[in-house]
């Protein structure tokens, strides 16, 4: 490759360097596997699964399967919002959405709808993309919808930027650290995802690529110690609004990164990725996706709803 990047502060020496963007350098990288086209073209692909799978969880009612009883939301909060509004499609749908404009309220009702549809969509067996795990999947697709329809982001380039700038720092974490739930807790899945989504955001926003950088780790330093579980063993709760969560966080943390200055920064991202890491090995295995301790142990089964 190119542009070798194991750590951080390697993929901004890249950038500093050359003046790239880290979306640019992670597609120059991607060169030494396969064509620009085959690489855009795969990413659009992979936004067109997401977001099939956002529109599918929002008109899907019903129970998710296990046993626990938990009912889907997606579809009835998607009901509520558009009351009375029509559409016939995907696309009607989002400019139907995009209609009820973007007061702060609507927006964060929407960027859950989002992610707990994608959510409930793993639960129940449906096509999900692993970003970086299926548990954690819709904390991506959630910040990118919120980006398209609140933030106008509507380009196929733009969608390409989000998910290489997305992608290069789960990559980052998965060098440095881990993306394993067995191995890291929640922190490294719904921590992961969400400091993926604010970086990928910030970068799309206009931000710098030490404000890119700064945007995922503010975003991973408060979730740093998270806990993985899950009642019953299933990805259900926690875990479906948890997305939720990493959603929110992520536009936080990028809205943060966008309005400061990075050289004021104490943390830096690889200090806060060994953080993880070494937290990650403290760590109970009670906390590591064994059911064995925390809600999976406090919270009895057969809840009509949580
Ligand atoms: S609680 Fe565990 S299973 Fe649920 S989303 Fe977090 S890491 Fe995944």
Same mark, same amino acid.
Not at 242 to 270: C, E, H, W, Y
């Given at each position: 490759?190119? &542009?070798?990047?194991?750590?951080?502060?390697?993929?901004? %020496?890249?950038?500093?360097?050359?003046?790239?963007?880290?979306?640019?350098?992670?597609?120059?990288?991607?060169?030494?596997?396969?064509?620009?086209?085959?690489?855009?073209?795969?990413?659009?692909?992979?936004?067109?699964?997401?977001?099939?799978?956002? $529109?599918?969880?929002? %008109? #899907?009612?019903?129970? *998710?399967?296990?046993?626990?009883?938990?009912?889907?939301? #997606?579809?009835?909060?998607?009901?509520?919002?558009?009351?009375?509004?029509?559409?016939?499609? $995907?696309?009607?749908?989002?400019?139907?959405?995009?209609?009820?404009?973007?007061?702060?309220? $609507?927006?964060?009702?929407?960027?859950?709808?989002?992610?707990?549809?994608?959510?409930?969509?793993?639960?129940? &067996?449906?096509?999900?993309?692993?970003? +970086?795990?299926?548990? #954690?999947?819709?904390?991506? +697709? @959630?910040?990118?919808?919120?980006?398209?329809?609140?933030?106008?982001?509507?380009?196929?380039?733009?969608?390409?930027? &989000?998910?290489?700038?997305?992608?290069?720092?789960?990559?980052?974490?998965?060098?440095?650290?881990?993306?394993?739930?067995?191995?890291?807790?929640?922190?490294?899945?719904?921590?992961?995802?969400?400091?993926?989504?604010?970086?990928?955001?910030?970068?799309? *926003?206009?931000?710098?690529?030490?404000?890119?950088?700064?945007?995922?780790?503010? @975003?991973?330093? %408060? %979730?740093?110690?998270?806990?993985?579980?899950?009642?019953?063993?299933?990805?259900?709760?926690?875990?479906?609004?948890?997305?939720?969560?990493?959603?929110?966080? #992520?536009?936080?943390?990028?809205?943060?990164?966008?309005?400061?200055?990075?050289? &004021?920064?104490?943390?830096?991202?690889?200090?806060?990725?060994?953080?993880?890491?070494?937290?990650?090995?403290?760590?109970?295995?009670? $906390?590591?996706?064994?059911?064995?301790?925390?809600? @999976?142990?406090?919270?009895?089964?057969?809840?009509?709803?949580?």
């Amino acid at each position: 490759m190119p &542009f070798p990047v194991n750590t951080a502060d390697e993929l901004l %020496h890249w950038c500093m360097k050359t003046g790239m963007g880290i979306s640019e350098i992670v597609l120059e990288n991607e060169h030494s596997w396969r064509t620009e086209k085959e690489t855009k073209d795969g990413l659009l692909n992979i936004w067109k699964v997401m977001g099939e799978c956002i $529109y599918r969880g929002c %008109h #899907a009612p019903g129970m *998710l399967p296990g046993g626990l009883n938990v009912k889907r939301r #997606a579809d009835a909060l998607n009901k509520k919002y558009l009351s009375g509004k029509t559409y016939t499609d $995907y696309n009607s749908w989002i400019e139907t959405i995009k209609l009820g404009g973007n007061n702060f309220q $609507y927006t964060l009702d929407w960027v859950s709808c989002f992610a707990l549809a994608v959510n409930e969509e793993n639960a129940s &067996f449906g096509r999900v993309v692993t970003a +970086p795990t299926n548990g #954690a999947a819709g904390v991506i +697709p @959630a910040v990118l919808m919120y980006y398209i329809i609140f933030c106008n982001g509507k380009s196929s380039e733009q969608i390409i930027q &989000f998910l290489l700038t997305a992608s290069e720092v789960g990559s980052i974490f998965k060098k440095g650290a881990t993306i394993s739930a067995a191995m890291g807790g929640c922190q490294a899945e719904i921590g992961v995802s969400s400091a993926m989504a604010a970086a990928a955001l910030t970068e799309c *926003l206009g931000g710098t690529q030490r404000q890119t950088l700064m945007a995922a780790e503010i @975003a991973m330093e %408060h %979730h740093l110690g998270l806990t993985c579980d899950p009642i019953g063993g299933l990805v259900q709760i926690p875990c479906i609004e948890r997305n939720t969560m990493g959603a929110i966080k #992520a536009i936080t943390a990028s809205q943060l990164a966008l309005q400061s200055t990075p050289d &004021f920064a104490k943390v830096s991202l690889d200090s806060v990725i060994k953080t993880m890491w070494d937290t990650a090995i403290d760590m109970n295995s009670k $906390y590591k996706e064994t059911a064995d301790g925390g809600l @999976a142990v406090n919270v009895p089964l057969g809840l009509s709803e949580c």
